[in-house]
């Protein structure tokens, strides 16, 4: 290699390094900024200028008077975006058992006057163990629970649920979710309580 060749390589390299490393991540983040400013910021829910949560991310709220999220798959915390990622445990792992076992029982007990099967995923984890949807059928199962623990009927519940379900993307890829922290926040204030833990 001719040292002409060598200058060639490191100005490639340099112009690359400056063009991906530097120029497309400031073009892009500044675009984000300007086209889509609150979800380039986290889609963070703000309440009188405080900071609540983000749409994108669970919460660990288990109050008898709101909806409850899927569990969370990370650890030792629920819901820390800093430690996103899966069990890892498959369908025929018997921890896995254990775990959706557990969560079964506890969800019979807060409410058990309900008899119908309990939707799966109110007990296991999404694939990132952050995820801040449930299915319909799960808002629904939690509906009873959450009208005897609030003032609130069981009618008006179902209209707050179909408020905050988000339509299938595009109209037919994946299913209709419900976003659990977005229907908790107007539980809270509807409720006129203090922030729900």
Do not use: C
């Amino acid at each position: 290699m001719t040292l002409r060749d060598m200058r060639a390589a490191v100005v490639l390299f340099l112009g690359l390094a400056v063009a991906t490393g530097l120029l497309y991540p400031l073009a892009m983040t500044g675009a984000g900024q300007v086209l889509f400013p609150r979800q380039a910021n986290g889609s963070l829910i703000r309440v009188h200028g405080r900071i609540m949560g983000s749409m994108l991310i669970g919460q660990y709220l288990r109050g008898p008077g709101l909806f409850w999220s899927r569990p969370s798959a990370t650890a030792p915390v629920p819901y820390d975006a800093k430690a996103s990622g899966a069990s890892n445990l498959g369908p025929d792992n018997p921890v896995l058992r254990q775990h959706v076992a557990s969560r079964v029982a506890a969800l019979r007990k807060a409410d058990p006057g309900v008899r119908g099967p309990v939707p799966v995923d109110l007990v296991t984890s999404s694939g990132s163990g952050l995820d801040p949807d449930i299915s319909i059928a799960a808002a629904h199962y939690q509906v009873a629970r959450i009208s005897r623990a609030t003032t609130i009927a069981r009618g008006q519940l179902m209209a707050l649920i179909r408020r905050y379900t988000v339509p299938r993307s595009l109209g037919f890829l994946g299913e209709p979710v419900v976003n659990v922290v977005r229907l908790d926040l107007a539980l809270w204030r509807r409720e006129g309580a203090r922030r729900p833990r």
